[in-house]
């Protein structure tokens, strides 16, 4: 039997779907399962959106340009400048989800062997990528107790070498919610500047921002256009997850044309999701208002019971819609096991994501988990009363 390659053998499961058959059989026995374990909203996707898909008369579903349709790649780029990004057309590539954005973000930025700096906890994902990419991705540690704030300079400029290409960041964060300040965002300008490097900033959920705060893109940031490569995604802003349509942008021209070479490879996006995409430009600012205040109650909802359970401690979240939770378990990987496979209160039980593969070594996040705020407060209420139950009752619980 022939063997398989060693990327086919170390690409990593991920942490939020590895646990799906558990959840499964829960349900064939009839119990009822909260997803908290994944960034799926439950919010209506625009009509605008909808519309334009039933609208879709064609004879033949055709190619598209390799870049992405060009009335959507000049829409994007108003977009952006309307939110004070200026940005031309010719600076996006549409991509196949914000995930192929990030696969071609690190090929056209690191040689095989070639080291990524990412602040930790990060999404796991990007471990699968990097692992395609034949890229290493080097972490440098935030902690609980400081809300998941970003690492100092020295602690970066320490991870350095002669193979590191650039640093990677989620802002707002997933899997931590954590808002990275303007100071923050400046401070990585530095080095970035200071070493040569690039600076990747996956920002998929900047419009998700709480408690009147505001979100600072990196292509604010003035003297580094060559060293900054955004990642977006309509995934989240809409609600459209399986569309899979994304963003890379750069105003680096020779990043924007390895993207491009490597989308013809691929040939195209997704035709009909694309035109998808650009209707749902045209969701009034009404939905944002109203999507945005439901997060955030949703937020405050599920944080706040949390940190009334005995043992537990979560920060809370500035931006997305995930938390990570620190809970008195011997170990998170465990316990989410055990919560689909043995428990159940009131034929209920509870799926979360163990915080375990969101860590370069998972012992790190051995007694934390990421829990989604992606339902409503009725289902996080339940969900909320079912987990307390079980770290009353799990026989792993450490105080």
């Given at each position: 039997m022939p063997k398989i390659s060693q990327t086919g053998q170390h690409i990593p499961a991920s942490p939020i779907r590895k646990l799906v058959p558990y959840a499964e059989s829960a349900k064939r026995r009839g119990i009822h399962v909260y997803h908290l374990n994944i960034g799926q909203p439950d919010i209506p996707t625009p009509e605008e959106a909808l519309a334009a898909i039933r609208a879709v008369d064609v004879r033949t579903i055709a190619y598209t340009h390799s870049a992405g349709i060009g009335s959507y790649r000049e829409a994007l780029a108003?977009?952006?400048?309307?939110?004070?990004?200026?940005?031309?057309?010719?600076?996006?590539?549409?991509?196949?989800?914000?995930?192929?954005?990030?696969?071609?973000?690190?090929?056209?930025?690191?040689?095989?062997?070639?080291?990524?700096?990412?602040?930790?906890?990060?999404?796991?994902?990007?471990?699968?990528?990097?692992?395609?990419?034949?890229?290493?991705?080097?972490?440098?540690?935030?902690?609980?107790?400081?809300?998941?704030?970003?690492?100092?300079?020295?602690?970066?400029?320490?991870?350095?070498?002669?193979?590191?290409?650039?640093?990677?960041?989620?802002?707002?964060?997933?899997?931590?919610?954590?808002?990275?300040?303007?100071?923050?965002?400046?401070?990585?300008?530095?080095?970035?500047?200071?070493?040569?490097?690039?600076?990747?900033?996956?920002?998929?959920?900047?419009?998700?921002?709480?408690?009147g705060a505001q979100h600072h893109s990196v292509l604010t940031l003035e003297g580094v256009d060559d060293h900054v490569i955004m990642v977006d995604s309509i995934s989240k802003r809409f609600s459209m997850c399986g569309t899979r349509i994304g963003a890379l942008v750069s105003r680096n021209a020779a990043v924007i044309d390895a993207a491009l070479r490597m989308g013809q490879a691929r040939l195209c996006a997704p035709y009909i999701e694309q035109l998808a995409a650009e209707a749902a430009l045209h969701t009034p600012k009404s939905y944002f208002t109203t999507v945005h205040d439901e997060y955030q109650a949703r937020r405050n909802f599920m944080i706040d019971a949390l940190n009334r359970m005995p043992g537990v401690r979560c920060p809370m979240p500035r931006g997305a819609f995930y938390a990570i939770a620190e809970l008195p378990v011997d170990d998170a990987d465990r316990f989410a096991q055990w919560m689909l496979e043995e428990f159940e209160h009131q034929g209920r039980t509870v799926m979360v994501a163990p915080a375990s593969g969101f860590y370069a070594d998972p012992a790190t996040g051995r007694h934390q988990v990421r829990l989604a705020y992606v339902l409503n407060i009725d289902d996080l209420r339940a969900a909320m009363e079912t987990l307390a139950v079980a770290l009353q009752t799990y026989p792993g619980r450490t105080r």
């Open positions: 108003r977009f952006y400048t309307d939110r004070g990004l200026p940005l031309t057309d010719e600076q996006v590539i549409v991509t196949t989800g914000g995930s192929e954005a990030i696969l071609m973000a690190l090929l056209a930025t690191c040689d095989r062997g070639d080291q990524i700096i990412v602040p930790e906890p990060y999404y796991a994902n990007y471990n699968g990528f990097a692992t395609e990419a034949g890229v290493e991705i080097v972490p440098v540690r935030s902690y609980i107790e400081e809300d998941f704030a970003l690492p100092s300079i020295a602690e970066f400029e320490r991870l350095i070498t002669p193979k590191t290409r650039g640093i990677l960041i989620c802002n707002p964060n997933n899997p931590t919610g954590y808002l990275y300040s303007e100071a923050e965002i400046r401070q990585l300008r530095e080095i970035v500047l200071r070493h040569d490097l690039f600076l990747i900033a996956d920002e998929v959920y900047s419009d998700f921002c709480y408690d």
